[in-house]
């Protein structure tokens, strides 16, 4: 590692990897639940039981993910293998949780549920962890790592704004018939095929630009040794002892709840509650656009004058004012009338400010996370 600033290629190489992660969260947060419950009709309480298991086994997989890679030994260093194995079993991840066997039972279906999303969660473990330690690696500068974090928050949003572009604007309003196209199966035959094959482009991009960077980055200390259980364990009471890392935990935890229960809801906010034609849900991609491009440049900036927890926390509480804004509002009575196009204004309005917050946010926490590691 050096303080030296990276060059704009290394950046970029290390950011379109966060593409191929955003398409696969927002395929799996965004779609799947929906599309289990909704086209496919198991009931939600299995639908978000399936979910709940596997995002179970992914904080599993996390931590010991982290410290196999630590402890890796290779020509291609401790991070970069994981990062070319992992576009393979996620796109058949993807496969398998949209195109599951004719037939199947409502248990068998949420079988088929669990077993694919564990695959999917489990696959882009293998990319995400070695990531992020390697956009941690890259630098040993406190504003440097910030830059990085905030091409990696900004690809990660592309990837974000290329899926929801395609589903919103192409591909539900082409098989909208009688019903919204979000409620057809077959609408998502392109959505999985078009997802697998730019998550596969991103990460292999990003593992192969950013592989010329191997020699300079730290070696493990372990000097290859396998990971033992009590050295697992160790690494966690290690990393939890650290107080700084114990409170960004404990605020990731209930943050994450929320995220999650926004991202997966979203699609049924805009369809059933809302009342939005698939066109108007595409257009509230704007405010993501906005937010995040605002993020992008103003994070690092913000880092220059306010310590990183500052940044955190107001950017928390701003969130979770101006996210769940609109649907306040109308459930108060005060909102547009729904399915209007002034509505849609409205939540762009309310949604720019709340995705700037998040964007800002997700840089600050990933960056301190990279700080939190020297310590």
Same mark, same amino acid.
């Given at each position: 590692?050096?303080?030296?600033?990276?060059?704009?290629?290394?950046?970029?190489?290390?950011? %379109?990897?966060?593409?191929?992660?955003?398409?696969?969260?927002?395929?799996?947060?965004?779609?799947?639940?929906?599309?289990?419950?909704?086209?496919?009709?198991?009931?939600?309480?299995?639908?978000? #039981?399936?979910?709940?298991?596997?995002? !179970?086994?992914?904080?599993?997989?996390?931590?010991?993910?982290?410290?196999?890679?630590?402890?890796?030994?290779?020509?291609?260093?401790?991070?970069?293998?994981?990062?070319? /194995?992992?576009?393979?079993?996620?796109?058949?991840?993807?496969?398998?949780?949209?195109?599951?066997?004719?037939? #199947?039972? @409502?248990?068998?279906?949420?079988?088929?549920?669990?077993?694919?999303?564990?695959?999917?969660?489990?696959?882009?473990?293998?990319?995400?962890?070695?990531?992020?330690?390697?956009?941690?690696?890259?630098?040993?500068?406190?504003?440097?790592?910030?830059?990085?974090?905030?091409?990696?928050?900004?690809?990660?949003?592309?990837?974000?704004?290329?899926?929801?572009?395609?589903?919103?604007?192409?591909?539900?309003?082409?098989?909208? +018939?009688?019903?919204?196209?979000? #409620?057809?199966? @077959?609408?998502?035959?392109?959505?999985?095929?078009?997802?697998? /094959?730019?998550?596969?482009?991103?990460?292999?991009?990003?593992?192969?630009?950013?592989?010329?960077?191997?020699?300079?980055?730290?070696?493990?200390?372990?000097?290859?040794?396998?990971?033992?259980?009590?050295?697992?364990?160790?690494?966690?009471?290690?990393?939890?002892?650290?107080?700084?890392?114990?409170?960004?935990?404990?605020?990731?935890?209930?943050?994450?709840?929320? %995220?999650?229960?926004?991202?997966?809801?979203?699609?049924?906010?805009?369809?059933?509650?809302?009342?939005?034609?698939?066109?108007?849900?595409?257009?509230? !991609?704007?405010?993501?656009?906005?937010?995040?491009?605002?993020?992008?440049?103003?994070?690092?900036?913000?880092? @220059?004058?306010?310590?990183?927890?500052?940044?955190?926390?107001?950017?928390?509480? +701003?969130?979770?004012?101006?996210?769940?804004?609109?649907?306040?509002? /109308?459930?108060?009575?005060?909102?547009?009338?729904?399915?209007?196009?002034?509505?849609?204004?409205?939540?762009?309005?309310?949604?720019?400010?709340?995705?700037?917050?998040?964007?800002?946010?997700?840089?600050?926490?990933?960056?301190?996370?990279?700080?939190?590691?020297? @310590?």
């Amino acid at each position: 590692m050096s303080t030296e600033k990276l060059t704009l290629k290394t950046k970029l190489a290390f950011g %379109i990897g966060a593409t191929g992660e955003g398409v696969t969260n927002w395929v799996f947060a965004g779609l799947t639940f929906f599309f289990y419950n909704q086209v496919l009709g198991l009931s939600g309480s299995l639908t978000g #039981l399936a979910v709940l298991i596997a995002i !179970i086994f992914d904080a599993i997989s996390d931590p010991v993910m982290g410290s196999i890679s630590d402890r890796y030994v290779s020509k291609l260093g401790r991070r970069h293998p994981f990062m070319f /194995a992992a576009p393979f079993p996620t796109v058949i991840a993807i496969y398998l949780m949209f195109f599951p066997p004719d037939g #199947l039972s @409502e248990y068998g279906l949420f079988g088929w549920l669990i077993f694919s999303t564990i695959i999917l969660r489990l696959s882009i473990t293998l990319f995400t962890v070695p990531h992020l330690a390697l956009g941690a690696e890259l630098s040993d500068d406190y504003i440097e790592r910030s830059r990085v974090m905030s091409y990696n928050n900004l690809f990660g949003y592309m990837g974000v704004i290329i899926m929801h572009i395609f589903v919103w604007f192409l591909i539900f309003p082409f098989f909208a +018939g009688e019903q919204s196209g979000q #409620l057809y199966q @077959e609408s998502y035959t392109p959505i999985a095929i078009f997802s697998m /094959a730019l998550i596969s482009l991103c990460i292999l991009s990003s593992a192969y630009f950013t592989k010329d960077r191997i020699p300079y980055l730290k070696q493990p200390k372990h000097d290859g040794e396998k990971v033992r259980l009590r050295d697992l364990f160790q690494d966690i009471l290690g990393a939890i002892s650290n107080r700084n890392y114990a409170r960004i935990l404990v605020g990731m935890f209930f943050l994450s709840m929320l %995220i999650g229960t926004h991202e997966t809801m979203a699609i049924y906010m805009g369809t059933f509650f809302y009342e939005l034609a698939p066109q108007q849900i595409g257009w509230l !991609i704007i405010n993501n656009i906005l937010g995040y491009a605002f993020g992008f440049i103003a994070a690092a900036k913000l880092h @220059e004058r306010f310590d990183k927890p500052i940044v955190i926390v107001s950017t928390v509480i +701003g969130l979770t004012i101006f996210w769940s804004a609109s649907a306040n509002i /109308a459930l108060l009575g005060l909102a547009p009338e729904r399915g209007s196009w002034d509505l849609v204004v409205m939540i762009i309005i309310f949604g720019s400010i709340a995705s700037a917050c998040g964007s800002i946010l997700h840089i600050s926490v990933m960056s301190a996370l990279a700080d939190i590691a020297d @310590e």
